[in-house]
C-alpha cells in the first residue's frame, strides 16, 4: 500500500522530468504526454521485457498512461514558475529513482532469479525511463555521465536485498534502503560527488 | 484482403522513406536494406513485444524483409528522380501511419485489451518505426517535432474504436477512419498545421 | 565447448571495446561497467526477446555480467598501453561479431525456425550490440557507416547455413564459416574494403 502510493508519486515525478526534458528541445504538446508515458513506465517495461514477465504493469493498468501523460502536461501549466521548484524536482527524481529501484528488485524476487539478476532488475527499473528519455531527446543518457546515478541504484538494491536476508522486517528494509539511497543521492547532488572518470583520447577505433 | 494489400503498400512506403534518410546520412547498400527493414517492420515488433503477441509478423512471414529491404534498395535506384515524388512519399508515408494505426488497434482488440491499451497499440505500430529511423540516424524524432504525426494516429484509433463499439459495418469503419486521418495528415501538412509547442529553456535540469 | 570457449571470448572482447568508446566520453566507472553489459550482452538479449527465446542468456548465467563489465573495468587499467593493441582489439571484435552469428544462426535453428530468420538472427546477435553501444554514445552507428559489418555477418551466416544443409560435420562448417567471415572482415579492414554508397541530399523529406 505504502509502496504503491510511492509508486504513484515516483511515475508523476518522471513525467515531470520528461516533460522539462520536452520543453528543452521544444517538442509540442502530444510530444510531451508520449514522452511522460515512456520516461515514467519504460524502466519497469524494458524490466518486464527482459525477465519475459508479461503484461506489463501499464497494459494492466491503462490509467497510469494518463496518469503520467497528464502530469506532463500540467508540468506545461506551471513551467514558469518552475525554476524556484528545480529543487523539489531534482527530490522527487531521486524518490523515483530510489522506488522505482525497491519494485523492480521485488518482481525479480518474487520470480526467484539470482541476486545479480535482482539488482540488475531494481537498476533496470529505476535507470531506463531516464536512458529512453535522453536518448529520444539526442542526448548522452544522463546516467553515463552524472553523480553517482546508477550507483545509488546498486546501493539501494544491496540494502534492500541484504536487508530481507538478514530476515528483518519487510518494511523496515524497505524504508531503510529507500531512505538510505535518497541520501546518498542528495548528497552526491549537493557536494558534486562522482565516480572516477574514464578519459581515453588516443587510438581511432 | 484489403487491410493485406494495404499493410504490404504500408511496409513498401515505410521502406522508401527509410532509404531517403539513409541516403542523407550516406549508408551503403546493407544499411539502407536494413533501415529498411527496421523502419517498416519496427513499429509491429516493438508492439508485439510490448503485448508478448509472439511470433512477430516477419518471424512468421519472412518474406517482408525481402519487400520492404528490396524497396529500400529499389529507391536508390530511381532517387535521382525523388525530388518530383516528394509529395508522393509523404503521401504514401501517411498511408503507411493510418494502415498501421488500424492494424495496430486490431491486434489490441483480438487480445482484448482495454480501449486505452487499443490506442497505444495502433500509436505505436503507426509511430515507432518512424521513431527507430530517426534515432539510428542519430535525429530527434520527427513524432516529437512533427505536424499532428501522432496525434492523426490518435484521432484514427479513435475513429475506429468508437465505430465499431457503434456496431457500424467493419469495412465501412475500417475505411473511414483511414480516410479522415489521411485527410487530417494531409491537411497538416498542407498548410503546416501543428500543435501548440511547449519551450522552456530556465532550469539546469 | 569449443563454442562455449569462443562465446567467453568475444563478450570479453565486445565488454572491452564498449570501454574504449565510454572512455573517449569520459564515462564513469559504473557506465564503463554497464555499457560493457550491454555491448557485450545487448545482441543476444535482442535476439532472445523478437524470437520470445525466454529466459535471457544472462538472466539464466548473472556471471556473464560479472565478465563482461570486469572486462571493461580491467580496459581502464591497461587503457595507457591500447594504442599499440589497437589491432588486436578489432581482431577480438571481429571474432566476436562472427562467433555471435554462428550462435545467433545456431539458436534459430534450434527454434525450427524459417532460413531467412536464421540469417536475420546470427545479424542481430552478431551487430546489436555494438549498435545500442553506439546509440549510447549519440554516434550513428558503425553498423550503418562501417566496412562490410552487417555483411561479414551475413556471409558467416549464409556458409555456415549452407555447409549444414548439405549435411557436412557441424564443426567444420562452423569453422570454415567463422574463420571466412573474420578473413573477409580483417581483409576489409586492412584494404578498407565497403560497399556502395547511397547518397541523397535533395529534398527535405
Not at 520536452?22 to 515512456?38: E, P, Q, S, T, Y
Not at 529501484?101 to 535507470?127: D, H, K, R
Request: hydrophobic share 55%.
Amino acid at each position: 500500500m505504502l509502496l504503491h502510493i510511492l509508486y504513484l508519486i515516483a511515475i508523476v515525478a518522471e513525467g515531470i522530468t520528461a516533460a522539462l526534458a520536452a520543453g528543452r528541445r521544444n517538442m509540442d504538446w502530444v510530444g510531451v504526454f508520449l514522452l511522460g508515458c515512456i520516461t515514467a513506465l519504460g524502466g519497469g517495461s524494458a524490466r518486464d521485457i527482459v525477465l519475459g514477465h508479461y503484461p506489463l504493469t501499464w497494459v494492466q493498468h491503462p490509467h497510469y498512461l494518463l496518469i503520467t501523460g497528464g502530469a506532463a502536461l500540467l508540468t506545461i501549466a506551471v513551467a514558469r514558475f518552475m525554476h524556484r521548484l528545480h529543487k523539489l524536482f531534482l527530490f522527487l527524481d531521486a524518490i523515483g529513482l530510489v522506488v522505482f529501484t525497491v519494485i523492480g528488485c521485488n518482481i525479480a524476487m518474487e520470480m526467484q532469479l539470482p541476486v545479480i539478476i535482482i539488482i540488475a532488475s531494481g537498476m533496470i527499473t529505476g535507470c531506463v525511463g531516464g536512458v529512453l528519455r535522453d536518448i529520444l531527446c539526442n542526448d548522452i543518457p544522463l546516467l553515463f555521465r552524472s553523480e553517482l546515478y546508477a550507483t545509488v541504484s546498486i546501493f539501494t538494491g544491496c540494502l534492500y536485498i541484504g536487508g530481507l536476508a538478514l530476515d528483518l522486517p519487510h518494511n523496515m528494509v524497505m524504508g531503510t534502503a529507500m531512505v538510505a539511497g535518497l541520501t546518498l543521492r542528495l548528497l552526491a547532488l549537493r557536494f558534486d560527488w562522482s565516480m572516477p572518470k574514464f578519459i581515453y583520447s588516443r587510438g581511432d577505433q
